[in-house]
């Protein structure tokens, strides 16, 4: 069984990691909670204790013949710090132990992963920037913050991502280890459907849900990318530690996606965006007319995003386009491939109840080398690291290319 520490420090979003404790506990580890005094004036130790199944100490007092401030780093397999304050970041990046938690940081030997929640100031004091880069230089995983509301009226960075995501980052960390292959690596993800404007009130739209691009974002920056996610209309919450643009149309979509891909290594087109759109936008609701017939509504092709990129590539910028097809699916992707000069295509047979809005995938990848890989029917975070694990394996033929010519 997997042993976890989860570190919780004073700050309002501790009552958070009561939810990221369930999702631990509830996937079969054993996780012990190491909670700062302050954090015990937001969330009182029966309540740890009762949510994690054992005992919560506090300090380094506690069951000294145990020796808790050694015992419990050595014998975890990962310490998940959240909320993380600007004060643990400080005495976690100078090696200060003057609680169980902080002896717990110097004594463990597996990966260490902060998230971090403060007001938008902290975050961005130089104090605290010095102290976040100093833990990731030695190979502490410190996640970005979200964007949202923070305590009382504020606004802005430093807001504690949603615990679910931080558990899927925990998890791709106790998968993966700190092999941090996309380490130095930006890598440009696109997710979701566009939606193009009738009217004020309707639109043109597609069934995308945006998990197999949330997916690859995820699993972009637990490989120690950074990653910008641009995303259409989805209902999902943040992955942690991803820079979110949001979009609505496709041309928007285009603008964002351009703008990223400058310097992006590694493109990943997984949005799904409308082919055409109305020529023209009402600029009232559509009204049926006396007959009951609709006006013919005039379309105009949307921008080809994806061949758009290709036909820019630099040396060393791989394109990763997808092909959501409903017959003759490799024989249309292939196609594609070649016409958007794509360096993989990622090829789904999609339809409705299949794919769209779905947890798993069934894919199959076509390399422009010719190579044809299916990958079965796969869960979409599992799908995304084959595709980052394909995508490596090509960036290091480039390079050894390179190396020989």
Same mark, same amino acid.
Request: aromatic share 4%.
């Given at each position: 069984?997997?042993?976890?520490?989860?570190?919780?420090? =004073?700050?309002?979003?501790?009552?958070?990691?009561?939810?990221?404790?369930?999702?631990?506990?509830?996937?079969?580890?054993?996780?012990?909670?190491?909670?700062?005094?302050?954090?015990?004036?937001?969330? =009182?130790?029966?309540?740890?204790?009762?949510?994690?199944?054992?005992?919560?100490?506090?300090?380094?007092?506690? !069951?000294?013949?145990?020796?808790?401030?050694?015992?419990?780093?050595?014998?975890?397999?990962?310490?998940?710090?959240?909320?993380?304050?600007? !004060?643990?970041?400080?005495?976690?990046?100078?090696?200060?132990?003057?609680? $169980?938690?902080?002896?717990?940081?110097? +004594?463990?030997?597996?990966?260490? %992963?902060?998230?971090?929640?403060?007001?938008?100031?902290?975050?961005?004091?130089?104090?605290?920037?010095?102290?976040? *880069?100093?833990?990731?230089?030695?190979?502490?995983? %410190?996640?970005?913050?979200?964007?949202?509301?923070?305590?009382?009226?504020?606004?802005?960075?430093?807001? $504690?991502?949603?615990?679910?995501?931080?558990?899927?980052?925990?998890?791709?960390?106790?998968?993966? =280890?700190?092999?941090?292959?996309?380490?130095?690596?930006?890598?440009?993800?696109?997710?979701?459907? +566009?939606?193009?404007?009738?009217?004020? %009130?309707?639109?043109?739209?597609?069934?995308?849900?945006?998990?197999?691009?949330?997916?690859?974002?995820?699993?972009?920056?637990?490989?120690? *990318?950074?990653? +910008?996610?641009?995303?259409?209309?989805?209902?999902?919450?943040?992955?942690?530690?991803?820079?979110?643009?949001?979009?609505?149309?496709?041309?928007?979509? #285009?603008?964002?996606?351009?703008?990223?891909?400058?310097?992006?290594?590694?493109?990943?087109?997984?949005?799904?965006?409308?082919?055409?759109?109305?020529?023209?936008?009402? !600029?009232?609701?559509?009204?049926?007319?006396?007959?009951? *017939?609709?006006?013919?509504?005039?379309?105009?092709?949307?921008?080809?995003? /994806?061949? @758009?990129?290709?036909?820019?590539? #630099?040396?060393?910028?791989?394109?990763?386009?997808?092909?959501? @097809?409903?017959?003759?699916?490799?024989?249309?992707?292939?196609?594609?491939?070649?016409?958007? #000069? /794509?360096? $993989?295509?990622?090829?789904?047979?999609?339809?409705?109840?299949?794919?769209?809005?779905? !947890?798993?995938?069934?894919?199959?990848?076509?390399?422009?080398?010719?190579? +044809?890989?299916?990958?079965? @029917?796969?869960?979409?975070?599992?799908?995304?690291?084959?595709?980052?694990?394909?995508?490596?394996?090509?960036?290091?033929?480039?390079?050894?290319?390179?190396?020989?010519?």
């Amino acid at each position: 069984m997997t042993e976890v520490v989860l570190g919780v420090c =004073g700050g309002i979003a501790a009552y958070k990691a009561c939810e990221l404790l369930r999702l631990f506990t509830e996937s079969g580890h054993s996780v012990r909670v190491v909670p700062t005094a302050s954090a015990l004036k937001f969330v =009182g130790a029966p309540t740890w204790a009762a949510l994690s199944g054992k005992p919560v100490a506090t300090e380094v007092w506690d !069951d000294a013949h145990e020796v808790p401030h050694v015992r419990i780093g050595r014998h975890a397999d990962l310490v998940v710090v959240a909320p993380a304050t600007a !004060d643990m970041l400080a005495k976690a990046a100078h090696g200060i132990a003057d609680d $169980l938690l902080t002896n717990t940081l110097l +004594t463990a030997t597996c990966p260490i %992963v902060y998230a971090p929640a403060m007001h938008t100031e902290m975050w961005e004091n130089p104090a605290t920037r010095a102290n976040v *880069a100093l833990l990731r230089e030695r190979g502490a995983i %410190v996640i970005e913050p979200a964007v949202g509301r923070l305590t009382g009226a504020d606004t802005g960075k430093g807001r $504690l991502p949603d615990p679910a995501e931080i558990f899927e980052r925990a998890q791709g960390v106790l998968k993966r =280890g700190l092999d941090l292959d996309l380490a130095g690596r930006h890598v440009v993800v696109t997710a979701g459907g +566009t939606r193009e404007p009738l009217d004020p %009130v309707r639109f043109i739209g597609n069934r995308s849900s945006g998990k197999q691009g949330y997916a690859l974002a995820r699993a972009a920056a637990a490989r120690g *990318a950074r990653v +910008t996610l641009v995303t259409a209309n989805v209902a999902l919450p943040d992955p942690a530690g991803v820079e979110i643009i949001r979009v609505g149309t496709t041309e928007e979509l #285009r603008d964002a996606t351009v703008k990223a891909f400058a310097d992006a290594d590694i493109v990943v087109m997984a949005a799904a965006p409308a082919d055409f759109r109305p020529a023209t936008m009402a !600029d009232q609701k559509i009204k049926k007319t006396e007959g009951g *017939a609709p006006d013919p509504i005039v379309l105009v092709t949307n921008p080809d995003i /994806a061949a @758009e990129l290709g036909a820019n590539k #630099r040396t060393g910028q791989l394109l990763v386009a997808f092909a959501a @097809e409903t017959q003759d699916a490799l024989e249309h992707a292939r196609a594609k491939l070649v016409r958007k #000069r /794509a360096d $993989l295509i990622v090829v789904n047979v999609v339809g409705v109840d299949r794919v769209f809005g779905s !947890d798993n995938n069934d894919a199959t990848l076509l390399g422009a080398d010719g190579s +044809t890989t299916a990958l079965g @029917e796969l869960r979409k975070e599992d799908v995304a690291d084959r595709i980052y694990d394909h995508a490596i394996a090509l960036l290091e033929r480039q390079v050894d290319a390179g190396e020989t010519a």
